[in-house]
């Protein structure tokens, strides 16, 4: 049995996390968390007013104070709790996962450069500096709402060919840097002094701002700025495009999702795990299923996971299997019910117990208005509903056709 505070622990880490739709504490802590994201930077941006400084200076400053003693409230929780996020490691290594990692970071210097002049007064001014970084924690919105977590889904699918495009953006802004410095060189010595003076002129030029603060004046040079700000059209169009063609991919997966949950053709079951099943403690990809059964979603304490192939499932663990609906032209399902009523000689025995041919099989068993799945140990019971599966004649069933 676990102890009273490790429970707690496993608690915490469910409301910290992000909840689900069963989970209200868990849900009201997100929106909390999100409320104290949007006005510390709110009252960030006040404060660099001069009347608002003025007239609700304290009140801002206390405002900061509170929101930032609960990112640190949240940051050592979430270290708390980091062998939950990170289970398939040591708790230690789990801490320093969490630490290191991109969320860890933004937690951390949320609320790390407030308390650092205090005890390093000279470096104040650099300090205050960091916390700019704060804005990042508005990427944990992010996970809170599904429209806003399309924006990092779409970014990490689309990784790769972002970092191709601005891979090519940045060796043609050097290269034009360079043929620029060879053209303007002569003609301008101080505006272009060596290759790399040329690099604002280059990044205005191709990203088409075009401050006008530096611009050639020879006719080559001239002519060559024509056609980088041509080029820098198409180029600076790839990356946008690459986002574009991300949103369009992932809302017409949405939509087919969906379409696939309204057809016929697929058919979802779920499975309740036990300790005494074979699945428990194995990953999803060693479970061998076959090629038209997908493990759809589980469901663990009330929270939605998505299914990974290196996911070792648990006991308690409701599983979601998609798979095709039977379907045949030219031959039923044809299923017999059957109520027992007072005396019926099947009236608390076994399931395996029962004299019943090898040809029938009992579907499903209704009790009290739910449904049950038989096994072999299960007692039936007075006005149980019994649906079999049989070729043979059952006295006082009602035949049903699928």
């Known amino acids: 049995m676990k102890p009273v505070w490790e429970t707690r622990r496993k608690r915490i880490f469910e409301i910290i996390e992000v909840g689900t739709r069963y989970d209200y504490a868990s849900r009201i802590y997100d929106f909390f968390n999100a409320f104290c994201i949007i006005l510390n930077l709110s009252v960030c941006t006040m404060y660099t007013f001069d009347n608002m400084r003025n007239a609700y200076g304290a009140l801002l400053i206390t405002l900061e104070e509170t929101t930032v003693a609960l990112f640190l409230v949240d940051y050592v929780l979430r270290v708390w709790t980091a062998k939950y996020l990170y289970p398939s490691v040591s708790q230690p290594r789990a801490i ?73 953006i940045i060796m043609l802004m050097l290269g034009s840097s360079l043929c620029m410095y060879s053209l303007e ?75 696939y949950g309204q057809e016929s053709a697929i058919h979802f079951i779920k499975i309740h795990l036990t300790p005494h099943d074979s699945w428990v403690n194995h990953t999803i990809s060693q479970l061998q299923l076959p090629d038209r059964v997908i493990v759809a979603a589980i469901l663990r304490n009330h ?36 109520v027992l009523q007072k005396n019926h000689p099947w009236i608390g025995q076994r399931i395996q117990e029962l004299e019943i041919s090898r040809q029938s099989i009992i579907v499903l068993v209704r009790r009290n208005k739910r449904v049950l799945i038989p096994n072999g140990n299960m007692i039936l019971r007075e006005a149980d509903t019994v649906v079999l599966y049989t070729q043979t004649h059952v006295t006082d069933a009602t035949e049903i056709e699928l």
């Open 96 to 168: 320093l996962k969490y630490m290191f990692s991109f969320t860890g970071i933004v937690d951390l210097l949320s609320f790390l450069p407030h308390y650092l002049p205090f005890f390093f007064p000279a470096g104040a001014i650099a300090f205050r500096m960091f916390r700019i970084i704060r804005i990042f924690r508005l990427f944990r919105i992010n996970a809170y709402y599904d429209a806003l977590n399309v924006i990092t889904e779409v970014i990490v699918s689309k990784k790769q060919q972002l970092f191709s495009s601005v891979f090519i």
């Open 185 to 259: 060189h002569e003609a301008q010595p101080e505006v272009f002094a060596n290759a790399f003076s040329g690099i604002w002129w280059a990044a205005s030029t191709l990203l088409t701002v075009g401050y006008g603060d530096i611009y050639p004046v020879t006719i080559l040079g001239k002519l060559f700025g024509i056609f980088i700000a041509f080029l820098g059209v198409g180029i600076v169009a790839i990356p946008t495009g690459i986002i574009s063609a991300g949103f369009v991919d992932q809302y017409s997966r949405i939509k087919r999702m969906s379409e």
């Open 303 to 338: 929270r939605l996971l998505v299914p990974r192939g290196n996911m070792a499932l648990q006991a308690g663990d409701d599983m979601v299997l998609g798979a095709e609906s039977f379907h045949d032209d030219g031959e039923h399902i044809r299923l017999k019910e059957m």
